[in-house]
């Protein structure tokens, strides 16, 4: 079993930048795919990045791409996920998710979870 648990949300202004945190803790192991979801009110949730266990590889979604970056440090058990230029489009909940292999970008793939956190971009 692994327990997720997202920080860093909160409200910015639309250009900035802002830097979540995606803490990891029970049975972690560093071949876990690490993934970052999103959900808009009234809107399905939707992939936006994923790194693998050992950090060599990323995937991105096309309206993140060039603004947000994904990265690990297995040693502290954490994945990050840095997001710049915001729009407000990407006001949503920001959810962290795990799996074995792979990096789909299909959110019932995903086994483990977190409780996610609130990025609000304002004008």
């Known amino acids: 079993q692994v327990q997720l648990i997202e920080s860093g949300g909160g409200l910015v202004q639309a250009g900035g930048s802002l830097r979540l945190s995606c803490a990891a803790s029970g049975r972690t192991s560093s071949n876990y795919v690490m993934a970052w979801f999103r959900q808009a009110p009234g809107k399905e949730r939707d992939f936006v990045t994923a790194?693998?266990?050992?950090?060599?590889?990323?995937y991105y979604a096309d309206p993140v791409k060039g603004r947000f970056t994904i990265s690990r440090d297995n040693g502290k058990n954490t994945v990050y996920l840095q997001m710049s230029s915001l729009k407000l489009e990407d006001t949503a909940v920001y959810y962290c998710a795990a799996r074995h292999f792979g990096m789909p970008s299909v959110p019932r793939l995903y086994i483990y979870w977190g409780q996610g956190t609130q990025v609000t971009v304002s004008s």
């Open positions: 790194i693998t266990g050992s950090g060599d590889t990323t």
